[in-house]
């Protein structure tokens, strides 16, 4: 017996619509077909970006109180219906349901940011007197929204990445046009629901399911859209940064982030924190710890201690509370996870726990020894495996940390003072915690890469400045 799924529509310029052609939407537990959503043309995207022209002018002359009514009800929303915002991302995303109760929570708190930050858009006088010859002048910069934004999302925080996107844009007075993957567009299409009963303008927001290929293609060319916010991989940042011609973009990229632990760091504390990072959304993370360096005094302990760690993590159904780790997003990536793995154990490494593969899902796994000519020493894993090494001291272990072609986040483990410094400033990343693993952060602090990680900043109100211009205004008062 067939069973038919009913539909969802995108929502496109402030109107839902269906498509004849649709995305088919899987569970990636069981593949299990969820629902299907629009494939929209690329004359969909023409017309969304035509209808985001005449957004942008609605969103800009919005004054700054109601772009903050809108955010705090659409805030307000998504807190009343958490539950079926947390369901949704179950059942499209791999992660599971605990891991989806914190993302729901953390696009409240992005949403309320951007409330937040709507009101401190502001510039500064200028001294215009400080040049001979130009005195009776005076006047101040303020900043003045950029326009259409076309943003494009990955599969693996299918919500507050887009909350990332679209909170600013709506803060700063912009119109915005969304293309979330296609592996998980529905959070994204509940968060336009979200907006629309918070009674956001029409044409101000457009959330276009389609490909990333012929959508996403006509979004990033089209001279109309002044920004392309991108969060991905990579290899479609670069393909977007060839195509995107004279304007601005924002790239967060993907990472293979170290964390360091020294010999007098707090070991069980770092333990826990690598474990939660590596693992956490099956690794499929952009500041995941794929790579460990442990001083050699403490290395063995530190490994012992880790193993065992992660024997007690639990994989399995993402809808039961005590799960640690879902499936990965598909079959595939598992796959394609088997395979890195696999080219290293062919190379020397050494297992110490995992590198199994069930469907989709693929067991914790750690790797000691993998030589420096495997792919998953330099390239990143996206999925739950965690490389450990031994340094000697310090500076051998930052300059290994340094040596891959990304830098978004790193961690280090130490009581010493001087020596968390001399990470701060040598390790060649966006941001470096101390005593927590790369992966912590929080959605104000300013967020992003450099190297292959990526181009500006996200975090509210750094997204802002980016979604944003200074414009001069200067009064001759003696002409
Ligand atoms: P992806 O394959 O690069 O896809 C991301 C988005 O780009 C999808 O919406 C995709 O659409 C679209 N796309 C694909 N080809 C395109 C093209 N030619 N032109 C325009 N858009 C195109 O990334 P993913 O596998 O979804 O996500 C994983 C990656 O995201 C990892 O590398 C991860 O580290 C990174 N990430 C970075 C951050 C950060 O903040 N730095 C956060 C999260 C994730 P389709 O789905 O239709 O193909």
Redesign the pocket.
């Known amino acids: 017996m067939q069973t038919t799924v009913k539909g969802k529509q995108m929502f496109l310029a402030g109107k839902w619509e269906d498509r004849g052609t649709v ?1 088919k939407v899987f569970n990636p537990e069981d593949g299990r077909l969820i629902t299907t959503v629009p494939k929209a043309s690329a004359e969909d995207a023409v017309f969304a970006v035509e209808m985001a022209k005449r957004g942008a002018d609605t969103a800009a002359n919005m004054p700054v109180h109601e772009r903050m009514a809108v955010l705090e009800k659409t805030a307000a929303y998504v807190a009343n219906h958490r539950d079926a915002f947390i369901q949704t991302i179950v059942a499209e995303s791999s992660k599971t349901i605990r891991e989806a109760r914190g993302e729901v929570e953390r696009c409240i708190q992005t949403l309320r940011l951007s409330q937040e930050e709507a009101r401190r858009i502001t510039g500064e006088t200028i001294p215009f007197d400080q040049m001979p010859g130009h005195d009776n002048r005076i006047g101040y910069y303020y900043r003045f929204p950029i326009g259409v934004i076309a943003a ?6 299918p919500l507050n ?1 887009v909350a ?1 996107k679209i909170g600013p844009a709506i803060a700063a007075g912009n119109a915005i046009i969304v ?6 567009p529905l959070s994204a299409l509940m968060l336009a629901e979200a907006f629309e009963a918070a009674g956001l303008p029409k044409n101000v927001l457009t959330v276009l399911t ?4 012929e ?3 006509t ?2 060319s089209h001279p109309a859209v002044r920004m392309v916010s ?8 670069e ?2 940064a060839r ?1 995107a011609g004279l304007k601005k973009i924002g ?5 293979n982030c170290p964390t360091i632990v020294l010999d007098d760091a707090d070991l069980s504390h770092a333990v826990d924190a690598c474990v939660s990072g590596a693992f956490s959304t099956a690794g ?4 995941g710890v794929q790579r460990i360096y442990v001083q050699s005094s403490v290395c063995r302990t530190f490994e012992d201690n880790f193993i065992k760690k992660v024997q007690t993590l639990k994989t399995g159904l993402k809808y039961l509370e005590e799960m640690d780790m879902g499936p990965l ?1 598909n079959e595939n990536e598992a796959r394609r996870v088997e395979a890195w793995v696999n080219e290293a154990v062919d190379k020397g490494a050494e297992v110490l726990i995992g590198g199994k593969r069930e469907g989709a899902f693929y067991m914790p796994t750690v790797l000691k020894n993998v030589p420096a000519g495997c792919r998953i020493a330099h390239e ?1 894993i ?1 999925g739950p495996v965690v490389l450990l090494y031994e340094a000697a001291d310090l500076d051998d272990a930052i300059e290994k940390a340094n040596h891959v072609d990304y830098g ?1 986040q790193a961690g280090i483990f130490t009581n010493q003072i001087d020596a968390a410094m001399t990470a701060a400033q040598r390790l060649n990343v966006g941001g470096v915690m101390i005593n927590d693993s790369s992966d912590y952060r929080i959605d104000s602090m300013p ?3 450099v190297k292959g ?2 181009l500006g900043r ?1 975090g509210v109100k750094f997204a802002i400045q980016d979604m944003t211009e200074p414009k001069v205004v200067q009064f001759n008062l003696k002409p």
């Open positions: 995305i494009i999302t990955p599969f693996n925080d990445l990332h293309k979330p993957a296609s592996l998980t389609g490909s990333g290929q959508v996403g293609d979004l990033v991108f969060t991905g991989g990579l290899e479609t940042g393909a977007i195509k790239m967060e990229l993907g990472s499929q993370n952009c500041i997003i990143e996206f978004l967020f992003g890469g990680s990526g996200e």
